[in-house]
């Protein structure tokens, strides 16, 4: 039981940063927007979020600041995308490699140099033994929660959300009805980039509280592969986070407590997510149902004719 | 190259500044070019950090006779092929490869350069110009191996592993001989994670750990990640690893293997300067002075600092080695007859674990 406790509570704190990164995907993907450049924003957000955190000791100012910096790293890929209508794959892993160069330049002389976790937000319950699953944890794992109700309420009941979608369904109708593509596509990928760079700073705030160089380690294409998994929809994304963060983690109790389950050798764990990944896909694609498939202008530039 | 005056007198006035270096500065028309190539970054605070102090050591005690060159974050595997060629070319005569995994890359690529000194660490692999260099970091687990014996109230610790290469499967083996004469209870999971850099991971396998029993946690990952974890969860401790990271664990790193490259790097660069240099073979450890303690915490008791020690001053004295038998695997069976010391070829193909390890998958 305690110990069923303890992977949970590990669990919540993998799986946290993959969803958040993953919800603003989702919503730059609903609106036709193929960004690949999560991992580097992440990492952008981490150093941007430690080094205000190291010098002001206030971690909401550091999460807010990890959001600016994604968001600012974003503005980059818009411009590029948007604006001049540059191949989305290629811009947004130049984004990445940018964000891991860009960040490790920055945190250079960050090194040697510890902050402090964020402290729970219910810092008598996260001392239960039992309750601390629920009550365990730190502001961003509620903010990931609340995000995912509030971006289904966006898209499913909301008149701007309608219209996100539209864009991202068929662009060309949205635009000859009067909105305008290409700024809702900017706010989207804005709040993409916000969100990775929330997620990238949750590493030194809630993980292990240092700088190193790329300590993303590759959980922005986790969440890119994650939007996928979920068919593009928050709660699904929910499960799925929470589903990829246990294989994380189980690999490491199961190794660690030497159960049957250490047989598994550790190259297949770090695989799961992926191979889970193509088999959603390949489900998907048996599929007849449209509404599980993928926005139809997802990836394409938007170029009216006239 | 021709010899310009100015570059006669720049090079002459560092050798009369440099008196150790004698008069075969003179002979080198420019300075000697040393690339050093690392697995991780610089800023890790840990292995690549500490060979990153020893090129620094070059640089302080051979100055203008040496220039030297780093690439830091290269894969193991082709694409070190490429960094090894290219420092070459850029006309380094003397390169350090220095992780386990850039020894193929090295084998491959130093027929085309034979003029050029190429060192490998922990590697095994050796050719006309590529020499071997390593430090018996067993030596300093086995000290930590002492005090985690005395200090641990479960007689459980957790290792966090990077891949299972015989350089880490020694070390877990080592720091389990010493906590077990210590106490014969003790025993040791490791737990490997498949990558050098991956923070987040570390501490969540050190989470793992510590929820399952143990109290003392050691690492052979490159950075600090699993100590800040015992130090949050306020465990009996850890130990640092390729470097002195209390900075990071104040009240939880009882003491920390320091990797000491620089004497190393200075003796190899000084040969090639004298025209000396040959593929060498050495394994140097607390002795040499290349594997170092770090400070014992204020919290470790006297009489374990005592017994630590004494196995420290041991091992230099030679009077203690580790890997003297009776030593059992971790089925029982007796591997290394009683009063037999494994050779060094047994230690550098380590593959099995002694009793007290409950072994990974």
């Not at chain 1, 976790?117 to 996260?126: N, Y």
């Not at chain 1, 008149?159 to 009805?177: F, M, Q, T």
């Not at chain 1, 996928?228 to 929910?238: D, E, G, Q």
């Not at chain 2, 003392?216 to 640092?240: M, N």
């Amino acid at each position: 039981m305690d110990l069923t406790i303890a992977i949970l509570v590990t669990v919540v704190g993998a799986s946290t940063p993959i969803l958040i990164a993953a919800l603003g995907e989702l919503v730059v993907e609903r609106s036709g927007v193929l960004n690949l450049g999560v991992e580097g924003m992440m990492l952008l957000g981490a150093i941007a979020g430690f080094v205000v955190q190291f010098h002001t000791g206030n971690h909401y100012l550091a999460l807010i600041c990890g959001a600016a910096a994604g968001m600012a790293a974003s503005l980059i890929f818009g411009f590029l995308t948007l604006s001049l209508s540059a191949n989305q794959t290629a811009t947004g892993l130049a984004l990445t490699i940018f964000g891991t160069g860009f960040s490790a330049l920055a945190g250079a002389s960050y090194s040697a140099r510890p902050v402090t976790l964020m402290s729970p937000i219910f810092p008598e319950l996260a001392a239960h033994p039992v309750l601390r699953v629920i009550f365990g944890y730190s502001f961003p794992a509620y903010f990931a929660i609340f995000m995912v109700f509030a971006i289904w309420f966006f898209l499913k009941r909301t008149r701007a959300g309608l219209i996100l979608r539209a864009v991202g369904e068929n662009d060309l109708s949205a635009h000859s009805i009067g909105y305008s593509v290409i700024k809702v596509r900017y706010f989207a990928v804005m709040f993409g980039g916000a969100m990775a760079g929330i997620a990238g700073a949750c590493f030194p705030l809630t993980l292990t509280p240092q700088w190193a160089e790329g300590m993303t380690a590759g959980r922005g294409w986790i969440a890119v592969a994650l939007v996928v998994f979920a068919s593009w929809r928050p709660f699904r994304l929910l499960g799925g986070a929470y589903l990829f963060g246990l294989v994380m983690t189980m690999e490491l109790y199961a190794k660690a407590g030497g159960g049957p389950l250490s047989a598994i050798p550790s190259e297949l764990w770090a695989a799961l997510p992926y191979i889970a990944t193509i088999a959603v896909l390949v489900l998907i694609s048996l599929r007849r149902d449209a509404s599980t498939n993928a926005p139809a202008c997802l990836g394409k530039p938007f170029m009216p004719s006239n | 190259m021709t010899l310009s005056r100015r570059g006669f007198i720049k090079v002459g006035g560092a050798a009369m500044t440099l008196p150790l270096l004698g008069g075969a500065a003179f002979g080198q028309a420019e300075k000697l070019k040393i690339g050093f190539i690392y697995v991780g970054s610089i800023n890790d605070n840990g292995y690549n950090y500490a060979h990153n102090q020893g090129r620094l050591y070059v640089e302080e005690n051979l100055g203008d006779a040496v220039e030297t060159m780093f690439v830091e974050n290269v894969p193991e595997g082709p694409d070190c092929e490429r960094v090894v060629r290219e420092l070459a070319q850029q006309g380094c005569k003397l390169i350090f490869a220095t992780s386990f995994g850039f020894g193929d890359s090295v084998i491959k690529v130093a027929p085309e350069f034979p003029d050029v000194a190429f060192e490998h660490a922990t590697g095994y692999m050796k050719a006309d110009n590529v020499g071997l260099y390593n430090a018996r970091f067993y030596e300093g687990r086995a000290v930590c191996g002492v005090i985690a014996g005395h200090m641990s109230k479960t007689a459980k610790a957790g290792y966090i592993g990077s891949f299972p290469i015989p350089e880490v499967v020694m070390g877990i083996n080592s720091f389990v001989l010493a906590a077990r004469q210590v106490n014969p209870e003790f025993t040791i999971t490791p737990v490997y994670i498949s990558t050098w850099n991956d923070p987040a991971k570390e501490a969540d396998a050190a989470r793992a750990m510590i929820d399952q029993g143990i109290d003392i946690i050691a690492q052979h990952t490159d950075g600090p990640a699993a100590l800040q974890v015992a130090a949050e969860r306020g465990i009996v401790g850890g130990f640092g690893q390729g470097a002195d990271m209390s900075a990071f664990a104040p009240e939880t790193q009882l003491t920390a293997i320091i990797d000491h490259w620089g004497p190393h790097y200075l003796a190899s660069a000084k040969a090639v300067l004298e025209g000396t240099w040959a593929p060498g073979d050495t394994w140097e450890g607390l002795k040499e002075d290349v594997v170092q303690m770090g400070p014992y915490h204020s919290k470790v008791p006297a009489d374990v600092v005592k017994a630590a020690e004494a196995m420290r001053t041991g091992q230099i004295d030679g009077s203690v080695h580790i890997f003297t038998g009776p030593i059992k695997d971790h089925t029982g069976t007796e591997r290394v007859a009683a009063g037999v010391t494994m050779t060094d070829a047994e230690l550098l193909s380590m593959d099995w674990y002694v009793e007290g390890v409950i072994p990974p998958a």
